[in-house]
């Protein structure tokens, strides 16, 4: 029986830098706040 394959990312340097910094201050683009506002929208208008 095969075994799964055990993936793993590795970052060094400035790519690990860069990306950590992504999750210190994320950056939100003007066509997903556009999305976020239209999700809002549409759960407002559904409730549960």
């Not at 029986?1 to 683009?29: H, N, Q």
């Not at 556009?34 to 407002?44: G, L, N, Q, T, V």
Request: charged share 40%.
């Amino acid at each position: 029986m095969a075994k799964p394959i055990d993936l793993k990312v590795v970052l060094e340097g400035d790519d690990a830098r860069r990306f950590l910094e992504g999750f210190e201050r994320p950056t939100i683009s003007p066509r997903k706040q556009k999305m976020f506002k239209e999700a809002r929208e549409i759960y407002k208008a559904n409730p549960i």
